[in-house]
């Protein structure tokens, strides 16, 4: 059974720094692309960023700069460095496993920003 | 940036009746390789979103044959035949051809 499970959120200052991680299991990590969407709490969804299975990696424009997605295949893991963060970054941020296209979701996990 | 447009945004369905949602691409979804990457999504309250259907008609695991995704070039559709209880929420048309990835503003599905 895939299962992708978010960690790392919380409450952060503007300006502040947060690491999200999501372990994956039930399937080969490194033949996957990954991603992260995130959703502001009752709005629609975002996409964030993407790391390919050889490690290329993509940004929106909303946080090229200040963030960096990574993976660790020996740990089945991906990552999401989040600096500089901004009130606008609040939201529930999943990792999403996909080849042009989603397939499977995480639970999500919380990332409020605000002083 | 493609943008995906979603009509109704509302849908107020008596249970056992037919939904249909829309959903229309700003520009052509096809990938170099071929296939079109369109998706519908549902998400629960709740719940994170779920992937219902992709490549614009094949349902994933598990879903229901009650729901059913159509359409070509830039419009697309989903139908729900018969609206269960459990269907209440929003769905959302996602594209994955393209970087990066661009979803529907959500269609709310209720009962009536």
């Known amino acids: 059974e895939v299962q992708l499970v978010e960690s790392g959120g919380g409450l952060v200052q503007p300006g502040g720094s947060l690491r999200l991680s999501c372990a994956a299991s039930?399937?080969?990590?490194?033949?996957?692309?990954m991603h992260w969407v995130r959703q502001v709490t009752g709005k629609g969804l975002e996409w964030v960023s993407a790391?390919?299975?050889?490690?290329?990696?993509y940004y929106s424009d909303s946080v090229k700069g200040r963030f960096t997605i990574s993976r660790e295949n020996v740990k089945n893991s991906l990552y999401l460095q989040m600096n500089n963060l901004r009130a606008g970054d609040t939201a529930v941020y999943y990792c999403?496993?996909?080849?042009?296209?989603?397939?499977?979701w995480g639970q999500g996990t919380l990332v409020t920003v605000s002083s | 940036d493609i943008v995906m447009t979603q009509t109704p945004l509302s849908s107020p369905v008596s249970l056992g009746q037919p939904a249909s949602i829309s959903c229309r691409s700003s520009q052509s979804l096809v990938h170099s390789d071929g296939n079109i990457y369109l998706s519908w999504l549902q998400q629960r309250p709740g719940q994170p979103p779920r992937l219902l259907i992709y490549?614009?008609?094949n349902r994933f695991s598990g879903v229901p044959d009650r729901f059913s995704g159509s359409g070509a070039g830039t419009d697309f559709t989903l139908k729900i035949s018969r609206v269960q209880a459990d269907d209440v929420g929003v769905y959302y048309c996602?594209?994955?051809?393209?970087?990066?990835?661009?979803f529907g503003q959500g269609t709310k599905v209720e009962i009536k």
């Open positions: 039930g399937f080969t990590f490194s033949n996957y692309d």
């Open positions: 999403v496993r996909g080849v042009a296209g989603c397939d499977y």
């Open positions: 490549k614009i008609s």
């Open positions: 790391i390919g299975t050889a490690g290329d990696t």
């Open positions: 996602m594209q994955g051809t393209q970087l990066p990835w661009t």
